[in-house]
């Protein structure tokens, strides 16, 4: 079969089963199976693909799989990260917090950095490659992300994995107070009681990855508060969080006696990214 009848049977099968963004996902599919990049698909759709790869790929995304799951990987901030089922797939929105820690780590010198609920990886080690004079490390508790975590770092030298549970500040007893120049998170933030109602390719997701607690708060006010003691004065807290959480994000930071607090939008211009200095 070329890599042009594989498409085109990948686009049938997934429109008539009802699967959403067809052709992206058939293009995805068929050229990842041949191991070329999505662009170079025209000039190599004549080329032969084994079948049954193909074939496993649109039962799973039937199914319900989510696609980053199924293809095993994923571009995120100019690099390509693997995922699979119990870690967090990184999203575009989150490219937005890791390109502000970036260029906020760009303008210090040899700055430390902590990425907590670190998932695969995707911010610590974008971070970690886009400022080479930065230390960085990746704070997470689940064994299953810590697997993706450590092959994304892999190579990244300065770029450190560390099994750990953030709502516990106290078991890091060996990160010195007043040491870390940027804090940066993704946590979990979702309500408890929404998590059912999501769609379905999210449920595939790990639930530790998206429930925030009753209110979605819980790991903002915890680290707010418990790990603010290993910011540098004037060192930075960047956190991703849901569109209507700003106002509550602020409070909290308010409450513990942060400066500079500002939300900022994404690209859909949404509230999505919380920014404060200690």
Not at 33 to 62: C, F, Q, R
Not at 250 to 255: A, G, N
Request: hydrophobic share 40%.
């Amino acid at each position: 079969m070329t890599l042009k009848d594989a498409y085109n049977y990948c686009v049938y099968f997934l429109s008539a089963n009802g699967v959403d963004e067809a052709e992206f996902k058939a293009l995805c599919i068929v050229c990842s199976v041949a191991g070329i990049k999505n662009s170079e698909y025209e000039t190599h759709k004549e080329d032969t693909v084994m079948l049954k790869p193909v074939a496993n790929a649109l039962w799973k995304l039937k199914n319900g799989e989510p696609l980053q799951y199924v293809l095993g990987k994923w571009d995120f901030y100019e690099s390509e990260f693997y995922v699979g089922r119990g870690v967090l797939i990184p999203r575009p929105e989150t490219e937005e917090l890791t390109d502000l820690a970036v260029k906020s780590a760009k303008n210090m010198n040899s700055p430390l950095v902590y990425d907590l609920c670190s998932g695969s990886g995707c911010i610590g080690i974008s971070i970690a490659k886009a400022v080479p004079q930065s230390s960085v490390y990746c704070v997470e508790k689940s064994a299953d992300a810590m697997t993706y975590l450590l092959k994304n770092a892999k190579g990244v030298s300065n770029a450190h994995a560390v099994s750990g549970d953030v709502l516990k500040a106290d078991s890091f007893n060996d990160i010195a107070q007043n040491s870390i120049d940027i804090i940066v998170s993704n946590p979990p933030y979702i309500k408890t009681a929404e998590i059912p109602n999501l769609q379905r390719e999210v449920l595939f997701e790990p639930k530790e990855a998206l429930d925030g607690g009753e209110n979605g708060f819980d790991f903002y006010k915890y680290i707010i508060k418990e790990w603010k003691r290993f910011l540098k004065p004037g060192g930075l807290l960047l956190f991703e969080i849901g569109e209507e959480q700003g106002w509550e994000i602020t409070s909290l930071l308010k409450e513990n006696n942060y400066k500079n607090i500002s939300v900022k939008n994404d690209m859909y211009g949404n509230a999505r990214i919380a920014v404060s200095q200690k």
